[in-house]
């Protein structure tokens, strides 16, 4: 069963807009929240991360938003871009084990 | 500043062949990993090492083995290759387990 649950699978945004991408998960012994952002044909990279002991993390237009009593966090994207369109993977982590969600493909259009 | 590379990029295997995917990192990372990603399902951890001479099952270890050579390389092998291999798979490290992981540029596999 999936540890990490990510919805939606796929959202198109129009330039300028908010997206918006929601993740639940389950094991409470998870204490590292990632967010990784891939581009076709090249390996995931990290984006932004926060940790149970804030609510929020903000770097420029990318913001994490943490529920812990929910265990659920989301990632907005602040006046999306054409070149933020990519697949985006939520992640949780504990010291030796990181578990993903299946992804969102987000199409930001011009 | 190379990071993490995988090879091969590509290779195409024919049921019951077995090959080995090579990772290496060259920032002195502690912990590597292995990753498989399918349409759909995220990525899937395969095994780990969170430190040199030490490794373990993620996820999903059937079918394949792994060796941690030393620090830098850290290796997955399928020994006898199947259609359900057939995936995109990724290495990856990070200083130490749970921090931010580093990936490779990923391993395009078709099992025929």
């Known amino acids: 069963q999936q540890q990490v649950k990510q919805s939606p699978q796929s959202l198109i945004v129009q330039k300028g807009g908010i997206s918006i991408i929601n993740c639940a998960y389950e094991?409470?012994?998870?204490?590292?929240f990632p967010w990784y952002q891939q581009f076709p044909g090249k390996g995931p990279a990290l984006l932004i991360a926060i940790r149970p002991d804030v609510s929020e993390k903000k770097e420029g237009r990318f913001t994490i938003s943490f529920n812990k009593s929910a265990k659920q966090f989301s990632l907005h994207i602040m006046d999306s871009q054409p070149g933020d369109s990519a697949t985006y993977f939520c992640a949780a982590s504990t010291w030796h084990d990181m578990r993903f969600g299946a992804g969102t493909r987000l199409t930001v259009k011009p | 500043n190379a990071g993490v590379t995988q090879t091969p990029k590509f290779q195409v295997l024919k049921t019951g062949q077995s090959m080995t995917l090579q990772c290496a990192q060259d920032?002195?990372?502690?912990?590597m990993y292995w990753y498989r990603q399918d349409p759909g399902m995220g990525l899937r951890l395969i095994y780990y090492?969170?430190?040199?001479?030490?490794?373990d099952k993620g996820e999903v270890p059937n079918g394949y083995n792994v060796s941690r050579l030393n620090k830098r390389e850290f290796s997955l092998r399928l020994e006898s290759a199947a259609p359900s291999q057939t995936s995109v798979y990724f290495c990856a490290s990070s200083g130490s387990t749970n921090t931010e992981a580093f990936f490779g540029q990923g391993t395009r596999l078709t099992v025929v």
């Open positions: 094991n409470t012994a998870f204490d590292y």
């Open positions: 920032m002195n990372h502690n912990s």
């Open positions: 090492s969170a430190s040199e001479g030490t490794t």
